[in-house]
């Protein structure tokens, strides 16, 4: 199986702080994607990394890749009340998608 | 809005009622997905469709019936559920699903209740 963990479960930091997501999986993969869900609705896709790029960014949001460590983290920096969600990663092998069972984010305002 | 839109938005039904949920894409993409989201568990793909064709059935229960009329319209059918049935499931599309693991644009989700 490729699904890995993400940590921390659950993360709640103070509006104008960083947030750091990890995700580690344990098979080769072809890229990796970060989804955020607000509570009780559909994912939205973040940000995708290939395999072979090392730092994505977007906005506010800085993904990094270790290939060799076969980890990627999400940095969200200066965080607002609105980033509130539970956050998702998904490995990306040659045919579907595997998502991780998610950081819930709280950003207190 | 992502492009894809599904109904109803809640559903409570009886483990012998019969209902179906709806999913529509207006994003002329070629893949549809059918996903289950419990709580405390990883998002479970269900069903897989490329150009109307199923590709992909993740070993789901019969209570359990996709259709695929047209690359815009997916429909889950369902008969005879369990509670332990009740969940969000998540429509999503792609531009194809075959070769690759693509971005995925998702609906808002069925919450269902099985009593």
């Known amino acids: 199986s490729q699904q890995g963990e993400e940590d921390p479960q659950a993360l709640s930091i103070q509006e104008g702080e960083n947030a750091t997501m990890n995700c580690s999986y344990k098979t080769s993969i072809n890229n990796l994607q970060w989804y955020r869900q607000n509570s009780g609705r559909g994912l939205v896709h973040l940000i995708l990394?290939?395999?072979?790029?090392r730092e994505k960014h977007s906005g506010r949001l800085r993904v990094t890749l270790d290939t060799s460590k076969k980890s990627s983290s999400l940095l969200i920096t200066a965080s607002r009340a609105a980033d509130t969600a539970s956050y998702f990663c998904a490995k990306g092998g040659s045919e579907k998608l595997v998502f991780g069972k998610g950081t819930k984010l709280t950003v207190n305002p | 809005e992502t492009g894809v839109t599904q109904t109803p938005r809640h559903l409570v039904m009886g483990m012998t009622n019969k209902k179906s949920l709806k999913c529509e894409q207006h994003?002329?993409?070629?893949?549809m997905y059918w996903y289950k989201q419990s709580a405390k568990k990883p998002l479970e793909l269900m069903f897989v469709?490329?150009?109307?064709?199923?590709?992909e059935n993740n070993s789901v229960p019969s209570r359990f019936s996709p259709e695929c009329p047209n690359s815009s319209h997916l429909f889950l059918h369902l008969h005879t559920l369990q509670p332990e049935d009740s969940a969000l499931y998540l429509c999503a599309s792609s531009p194809r699903s075959r070769g690759r693991s693509e971005k995925l644009f998702f609906g808002s989700g069925t919450q269902l209740s099985v009593l």
């Open positions: 994003l002329g993409h070629n893949a």
């Open positions: 469709y490329n150009f109307k064709e199923q590709t």
């Open positions: 990394i290939r395999s072979n790029e």
